[in-house]
């Protein structure tokens, strides 16, 4: 599959994803009063956004017929 994501969008969608990882594993350790299913929620879509801004490669762009990357 070709990079369908540009380099700035790639580099919010790891910061993004940083964040919230960050905020899942707060959660899940302190006194923040989520459901436990939040935070597992919040870890996968963590995973997601890092692994699509690492890989340059989104599914639902390439669904949608999106492409943000220019010609590498």
Known sequence: MKRNVGRIDAI??????VAVGILALLA???DVS??????VGLAV???VLVV???TRRCLLYRVLGI??????
């Not at 919010?12 to 994803?17: E, L, N, P, Q, T």
């Not at 989520?34 to 935070?39: H, R």
């Not at 492409?67 to 590498?72: A, E, L, M, T």
């Open 12 to 17: 919010a969608r790891i910061v993004g994803g």
């Open 28 to 30: 899940a350790t302190t």
């Open 34 to 39: 989520v459901p436990v299913v939040s935070a």
């Open 45 to 47: 879509g963590c995973v």
């Open 52 to 54: 699509e801004g690492a």
């Open 67 to 72: 492409d943000r990357c220019p010609v590498d």
